[in-house]
């Protein structure tokens, strides 16, 4: 690693290849928590480049525990995380609502690092239970539409790093690596992203494989559809701007949108949501993505799979899944 160190603070970028042999070597335990930490840092003063991040997530998926979902052709709705925005938890709900309009979802998540309350802490304050068993989580999809995949159950190579970055408590590149590594390797998958640089570079990498693919970022810096302005878009077949009218909303305000300041909190408000009893911004935000989710795996276009979330929600679908998957937990 000092070796490695000294490259990177002399404004060397790592190849595709060294950068993953980095993360297999962080996996293995050849590293001390300090050289882990400063190789973290080198990324948070510049910016990561292609082949890095290419590197740093091949790692990752050839070291996880894979999970082969594909009969159901799912579609994982994940945000990077690292906007800094406290949202409450708009794409779980949006999951839950897609699950609840028929698309199958295979939800990958973790707990919060630089938000107050990520997937995992709302799934498990919720009596999700969290398991890599193949018998459950198919099980999970038959009956709920969803499964949830606690990441730290697939990437064990990761408990290396996960105390660091719970100490950091700031975003790193491994918030940029989450929703890539989702270790049932959809084919689907709608992504939020922190800027619009990590969106051309998802962009990039994604057209390079089979995915049937959305990447979102909302201008004014949200990483999912926030309706509080324009949100730029690239699928693999087009890019272009999406704004509130395209769902046939208004535009919200941030301070409709932000999130609980506690679990408990943002467990009351992820339910009153799937509930029915949420505001009209926060319904609308929630079937905003869920219908672009639905919109990536059933061709139809944002209004239609907006339409077809809120029908998902209003009428308890939504709700219906997460019952189905609590009950399934017990």
């Known amino acids: 690693m000092k070796d490695i160190l000294n490259r990177l603070i002399n404004h060397d970028i790592l190849t595709k290849t060294d950068a993953k042999q980095v993360l297999v070597n962080i996996a293995n335990g050849e590293y001390n928590t300090s050289q882990i930490a400063a ?79 990520g997937s995992s802490n709302v799934m498990e304050f919720l009596g999700i239970k969290f398991s890599n068993e193949a018998d459950f989580l198919k099980k999970s999809i038959d009956e709920a539409g969803i499964c949830v995949l606690h990441a730290p159950l697939f990437h064990p190579a990761m408990k290396n790093v996960a ?29 939020g992203v922190f800027n619009l640089e990590l969106a051309r570079m998802y962009g990039y990498l994604y057209q390079n494989t089979d995915k049937n693919f959305t ?3 909302a201008l004014d810096g949200y990483d999912e559809i926030s309706l509080t302005g324009a949100t730029k878009t690239i699928s693999n077949s087009s890019e272009g701007i999406l704004n509130p009218e395209d769902f046939g909303v208004s535009s919200v305000k941030q301070a409709q949108i ?73």
């Open 39 to 117: 190789f973290l840092t080198v990324y948070m003063m510049r910016s990561i480049t292609i082949e890095e991040l290419e590197g740093f997530r091949n790692a990752l998926l050839e070291l996880c525990l894979a999970i082969d979902l594909s009969e159901y052709n799912p579609i994982d709705l994940c945000g990077t995380g690292g906007d800094g925005k406290d949202t409450f938890n708009i794409s779980t709900l949006a999951s839950f609502v897609t699950a609840g309009a028929g698309v199958k979802v295979t939800k990958h998540g973790n707990y919060g690092v630089s938000s107050k309350c």
């Open 163 to 191: 105390p660091i970055r719970k100490e950091l408590a700031v975003k790193t590149f491994f918030n940029m690596l989450g929703p890539m590594v989702n270790p049932a390797f959809p084919t689907n998958q709608m992504v």
């Open 215 to 217: 990447i979102l970022h």
């Open 258 to 330: 932000v999130g609980g300041e506690t679990i408990e909190e943002s467990a009351r408000i992820f339910m009153n949501i799937l509930e029915g009893k949420g505001a009209e911004a926060q319904n609308n935000v929630v079937c905003a993505n869920a219908g672009i989710a639905i919109a990536t795996v059933n061709g139809v276009n944002p209004k239609e799979g907006f339409d077809i979330a809120m029908e998902s929600l209003l009428s308890g679908k939504g709700l219906k899944a997460l019952n189905k998957l609590q009950a399934l937990s017990a």
